[in-house]
């Protein structure tokens, strides 16, 4: 099972962009579907996540202005990020909580698609 996220790009400050991320290869349960993002010289950290039965958490600094959604039939989730800032420039990341037939529940990851903000 492997994540192919796209979307990313440049945009300038107060601009918009979609992420969109799917879950592929072989037969396979997912449950939690998250974003992260990383930016230069700084930790990975959680932007938003949602659950396989609609549930979603935000992170403060984005609460307002991103939006998770997913497709379960699709296997996909997405991130409307709205009302952009320079600050949200970083590398956004998609992980999945993947089960498969013979396996307990593990987290993959994405390959991490950038988003550059202008000001």
């Known amino acids: 099972v492997q994540l192919q996220a796209s979307g990313g790009g440049s945009v300038q400050a107060g601009g918009s962009l979609r992420l969109s991320c799917a879950a592929s290869?072989?037969?396979?349960?997912?449950?939690?579907m998250d974003w992260y993002r990383q930016g230069a010289g700084k930790p990975r950290e959680l932007v938003a996540g949602?659950?396989?039965?609609?549930?979603?958490n935000y992170a403060e600094f984005v609460k307002g202005r991103f939006t998770v959604s997913r497709d379960n039939a699709k296997n996909s989730v997405y991130l409307q990020m709205n009302s952009l800032a320079p600050d949200d420039t970083a590398v956004y990341y998609c992980?999945?909580?993947?089960?498969?037939?013979?396996?307990?529940?593990?987290?993959?990851w994405g390959p991490g698609t950038l988003v550059t903000v202008s000001s």
């Open positions: 290869g072989g037969t396979f349960s997912v449950n939690t």
């Open positions: 949602t659950t396989y039965d609609g549930r979603t």
């Open positions: 992980k999945a909580s993947i089960r498969r037939t013979w396996s307990g529940w593990y987290d993959i």
